[in-house]
């Protein structure tokens, strides 16, 4: 090191430690290859910044941790090299907080779950989050049509997630059907049930919704008058179901 180096090093660290702590962080610069004053004041910047991230993150989900070094290490390093940044990490451990995700493995999985949808700034992630509220009330409101006042859960939003984006279903179309399954028992399997039929008979318009449910409504009436029909039960055999179930395994879930 040049005398320089040596010289900002030793101001750096102040009066406390001495020459054994000004010796143990020379040592550190010299592993790291930092020579310059240049290169060391950029990797102490950055140090600081991880140490203020892990400081906040954890104060925000009410953690304390006396001694931040694994906390950085474990955690903190992996996200910021993963892209985000002190602000969209702060708000992700705010939002887990207030899903009463109070650990650090928690925050992380959110983030990592953050990073796999490609959603790294902060304005990413509260447009996405818009975007759920959005899907939110349109689902809640396909629920009162049905006549169920509750709440949405992860499983309505499965539903509505195939009807929108499988089925490719328009929300008049999945609207009408909630309105004609209010006096049903169970108006979110009919609902689905209705549904799946027009996806298999590429039914997409309110129009054609209205005049197959109509006709279904009148031949169904029909069927009841007439009992001399038997239920046919068709067979298949292993190979036709081993098909069956090889075309499934490609479907993803």
Not at 32 to 52: C, D, G, P, Q
Not at 79 to 98: D, H, M, P
Not at 114 to 121: A, N, W
Not at 132 to 159: M, P, Q, T, Y
Request: proline share 1%.
């Amino acid at each position: 090191f040049t005398q320089g180096v040596i010289l900002d090093v030793a101001k750096s660290q102040g009066k406390t430690g001495g020459m054994h702590k000004l010796d143990s962080t020379l040592t550190k610069y010299y592993e790291l290859h930092l020579m310059s004053v240049k290169e060391i004041n950029e990797y102490a910047s950055t140090r600081e910044n991880l140490f203020n991230i892990a400081r906040e993150v954890t104060r925000t989900i009410g953690q304390y941790y006396q001694v931040l070094d694994g906390v950085v290490e474990t955690y903190v390093t992996s996200w910021v090299q993963k892209g985000f940044s002190r602000e969209t990490l702060n708000l992700i451990a705010t939002y887990c907080l207030s899903n009463n995700l109070r650990t650090l493995d928690t925050v992380n999985e959110t983030i990592n779950r953050f990073f796999k949808l490609g959603l790294i700034s902060t304005e990413a992630i509260n447009q996405y989050i818009d975007d759920i509220l959005n899907e939110n009330n349109k689902i809640k409101s396909v629920l009162e049509l049905a006549g169920l006042l509750r709440n949405v859960n992860s499983s309505d939003r499965e539903l509505y997630k195939v009807w929108h984006n499988d089925w490719q279903l328009p929300d008049d179309v999945i609207r009408f059907v909630a309105q004609n399954s209010k006096s049903r028992e169970y108006p979110i399997s009919y609902i689905n049930k209705i549904l799946s039929e027009f996806h298999a008979k590429n039914i997409v318009t309110l129009d054609a919704a209205k005049a197959n449910l109509s006709q279904s409504a009148a031949t169904s009436a029909k069927a009841k008058t007439e009992n001399n029909k038997e239920f046919s039960q068709r067979s298949y055999s292993k190979g036709e179901l081993s098909a069956l179930f090889d075309s499934l395994d490609d479907v993803e879930i």
